[in-house]
Structures are given as structure tokens and as C-alpha cells.
């Protein structure tokens, strides 16, 4: 099935440990992006790709690292967690920058 | 800055009644505005988006929004709603500076049988 798809589905991570999330799009979208979820604040923009070899920083990209190695693969990276970063992560990719996204299931990140 | 405002957290209506979740928003230029719905434990699904012309603009599932320019208003109705409607739901808009797409708080629509 064409889509997006993101992995792990669920994580519970010590603080202070290394985590990628990991986000795999088949529909050769030039655009990608993560947000994070939380509760009362809607979706946030981590970080975005435009394409293949380039990112940008979004609304919240502190703690967090993102690489576009090629068009169908986008992960992120936290590189020491903490527990402020305990959120729903969700990938998304678009044709192109501003046009309607297509988002992966998510996935649920605890810190403790 | 570029932004748009959902008022109420959450909506409740009856089935089969008619539907209204209300966005408002902020664009310095031309507004590119979407509807997008959230399923318990799924990822965000794209509904319909307002680009240019018809002021009405027809999405998935029956859903329909209304661009009001002059009240900065794009709220999604539908005629008549079905439990299955409910779900959270964004309304978001596309950011002239960075051409990102921001997105509301969401409103949770609880359709009641």
C-alpha cells in the first residue's frame, strides 16, 4: 500500500538516550516533514526537507536532527532525550512545499 | 505571523443533524487553507483545501467548507453528520514565509447517536 510509513509504532526511552525515529515515504514526494503532538497545542513543525539533500528548522527543532539522504527516507534523531520530548511524532511528506500532506500513523514516544 | 484559530475545543451534535467546526485565520497574502481528521491512534487524513475560486469547496466523507474573506473565516460543515464523524479535527494554513503549513489547536467533533 502507497503511503508513509513510520517506525516504531510505540517506544519507551530512558532520558538521555539516543533515539531515531524512522520514516519511509513511497510516492516520490519532494517534501517531508515531522511534527510533534501535543495536547492542547495541535501539530508542531520539527523540522522540514523541501528535497532530497537539504532541511530546514521548523517551529520547535531544538534537541532534535534530521537527514535526507535520498527521497524516500527522513528520520529524525534525538540525541539525548529528555522528558519534554514525550509526544506523538508524526511524518508527513507532500508533493511540494505548501501543498496538501499525507501523514503516517505516528509514533508514541515516552521519555521516563 | 501567520496562523489560524480554532475557537472551540469541542463540538457535540446529534446525528443527522448538520455540522459546523469553525476556523479562523491570519495571512498576510493569499490564504492556502486545508481541513485535515484525525482518527483515535491514526495519523492526520487530508480532507479539502481552498487554493482559489469557488468561496464553497467540496472535500472527502461529505464534508464541505465555506472561505469567508471578509471574516477571515474557513469553517467545514456538513449537512447532515454521522456518529462516524467523530473524530479530531485541524484546520491549517500555508505560512507566506516559509510556505510550511501551520496548524490549529484541532476540535474534537463527538457526533451522539
Known amino acids: 500500500i502507497a503511503g508513509i510509513t513510520q517506525a516504531p509504532t510505540s517506544q519507551i526511552l530512558a532520558a538521555g538516550r539516543r533515539m531515531t525515529l524512522r520514516c519511509t515515504q513511497d510516492m516520490r514526494h519532494n517534501a517531508m516533514y515531522w511534527y510533534r503532538q501535543d495536547l492542547g497545542l495541535g501539530l508542531r513543525l520539527i523540522h522540514y526537507s523541501n528535497t532530497a539533500g537539504t532541511t530546514g528548522k521548523g517551529e520547535v527543532p531544538d534537541g532534535y536532527s534530521v537527514s535526507r539522504a535520498n527521497t524516500d527516507d527522513f528520520p529524525l534523531t534525538l540525541a539525548s532525550a529528555v522528558p519534554s520530548q514525550t509526544s506523538v511524532y508524526f511524518c508527513a511528506s507532500s508533493d511540494r512545499v505548501g501543498t496538501e500532506a499525507f501523514f503516517g500513523q505516528g509514533t508514541r514516544l515516552t521519555v521516563v | 505571523a501567520q496562523s489560524v484559530a480554532q475557537p472551540e475545543d469541542q463540538v457535540n451534535v446529534a446525528e443527522g443533524n448538520p455540522l459546523t467546526v469553525k476556523c479562523t485565520y491570519s495571512?498576510?497574502?493569499?490564504?492556502?487553507l486545508f481541513w485535515y481528521v484525525q482518527y483515535p491512534n491514526r495519523g492526520l487524513q487530508f480532507l479539502l483545501k481552498y487554493i482559489t475560486g469557488d468561496n464553497l469547496v467540496k472535500g472527502s466523507y461529505g464534508f464541505e467548507a465555506e472561505f469567508n474573506k471578509s471574516q477571515t473565516s474557513f469553517h467545514l460543515k456538513k449537512p447532515s453528520a454521522l456518529v462516524s464523524d467523530s473524530a479530531l479535527y485541524f484546520c491549517a494554513v500555508r505560512d507566506d514565509n516559509t510556505d510550511k503549513l501551520i496548524f490549529g489547536t484541532g476540535t474534537r467533533l463527538q457526533v451522539f447517536p
Open positions: 495571512v498576510s497574502g493569499n490564504p492556502y
